[in-house]
């Protein structure tokens, strides 16, 4: 997938303003030009129009700009896949999330596979490290790579899950839901996962 020339502009930009903020020799000028390059990239990325608020939040980004980690648990139950329905649009998911400062991506997919699923579990294999620039999602603010885990469960006993989640459940590949494109596609996630469950001797996907 092609990222659209103008939202690649708006992170470029968007990164060198926050790596150019990251020094401390920075001089107040140069810290002047950076914020106001970071504005304009504010201003090219808020396509609902609260250009401030989105600068705030670019704010908040600090030391040298690297990609985002996302993290997803893959968890097989016999011939069925363990999905999670966001209550915000309704649509279906590989439990999963950001990765937290100072959390390991495996302890961090253990404990997003908990809260939104409420299913305890072990990481036993990293399946693919996606750009997913490069896979077919809609675009998004912020370059984002995504860690997917296989998971195993520790028990078959549901504890309950956060509010964000309305409803979890297993899907056999011939019985999927309506997916939430912006978190995982279905060739590149579902139909390849279910291929790496059957061929265990397969070596991690990236890019």
Known sequence: MTVPAL????????AVAQTGLAYPDTTAYD???YEHVRRIAAEMLATNGEVDALDARLALETGHATPKLDVRGVVFRDDTLLLVR???HGKWTLPGGWVD???S????VVREVREESGYDTRAVKLLALYDRDRHAHPPHPWHIWKACFRCDLVDDVEHGFDDEISAVRF???DALPELDLERITPDTYITRFFEHRDHPEWPTDFD
């Not at 991506?105 to 961090?108: E, F, I, K, L």
């Open 7 to 14: 939202l690649d502009w708006a992170r470029q930009l968007q």
């Open 31 to 33: 810290r002047d030009r």
């Open 86 to 88: 966001e209550r915000s």
């Open 101 to 103: 400062v100072g959390e």
């Open 105 to 108: 991506p495996s302890r961090a």
């Open 171 to 173: 899907f056999a590949q």
